[in-house]
């Protein structure tokens, strides 16, 4: 069974950088054609997706996000951290990560299972 | 503005079948097989009900199903059920570059 869970500060104050680890279980993440993503959700709002590592280590970003996030996996811990930097108000949302799965070229396929999630609020 | 266009809200009565879009471009929906759906129960996490445009997990009811017509995809609810009140979000593919891009999800009311 796939198990994920987000762990961070529930509040930030502007300007400050986000660190939200992801921990999981039931998979490696050196396993070809596995990855794990972060998606966001600001109350009342839609899914944003804006990050995605690799089983081997390639990476991704929400172009739109991309000078504010990094990603990065310490397999011996089975964990996953995004930091996004010049965190503001706008950025309020609930974080999750999630267990992927890729296609033959490395096409992401689906998102599957999702972590509870994580509120951030950004105030000062 | 979610790069994915979905109806805001659709409804319907228990026994009723509904189909909510997602339209996108030749660059994402139209353009490759992955695109997924995910039901989202408020202050829950999404679950993934349809993947590869089709394709159903282990244990999501055959009542929804997925299809595809260039650019936009469709998820098709039959047999309406009260526990089919949930947000839809639609999901796919976009490309080495831009990666992923969500709907903006569309609101189930069972009426």
């Known amino acids: 069974q796939i198990t994920l869970k987000e762990s961070g500060p529930t509040l930030v104050k502007p300007t400050q950088t986000l660190t939200l680890t992801c921990t999981f279980s039931?998979?490696?993440?050196?396993?070809?054609?596995?990855?794990v993503g972060w998606i966001r959700q600001p109350p009342g709002k839609a899914l944003e997706w804006l990050a995605f590592?690799?089983?081997?280590?390639?990476?991704r970003f929400s172009p739109s996000l991309k000078s504010r996030l990094t990603i990065s996996k310490d397999t011996s811990k089975n964990q996953v951290v995004l930091k996004m930097t010049s965190m503001d108000p706008v950025d309020t949302a609930t974080y999750y990560c999630?267990?992927?799965?890729?296609?033959?070229?490395?096409?992401?396929?689906?998102?599957?299972?999702w972590g509870q999630g994580t509120l951030v609020t950004v105030s000062s | 503005q979610s790069a994915l266009t979905q109806p805001r809200s659709v409804s319907g009565s228990p026994g009723q079948s509904v189909t909510i879009s997602c339209t996108g471009i030749s660059s994402d929906v139209g353009g490759y097989k992955y695109v997924s759906w995910y039901q989202q129960y408020p202050g829950k996490a999404p679950k993934l009900i349809i993947y590869?445009?089709?394709k159903r997990p282990s244990g999501v009811p055959d009542r929804f199903s997925g299809s595809k017509s260039g650019n936009t995809a469709s998820l098709t609810i039959s047999g309406l059920q009260a526990d089919d009140e949930a947000d839809y979000y639609c999901c796919s593919y976009a490309g080495s570059s831009t990666f992923v891009v969500f709907g903006g999800g569309t609101k189930m009311t069972v009426l």
């Open positions: 590869e445009v089709t």
């Open positions: 590592i690799y089983w081997d280590d390639d990476r």
């Open positions: 999630a267990h992927a799965r890729l296609g033959l070229f490395g096409e992401l396929d689906w998102f599957d299972p």
């Open positions: 039931g998979f490696s993440l050196t396993s070809s054609g596995v990855g």
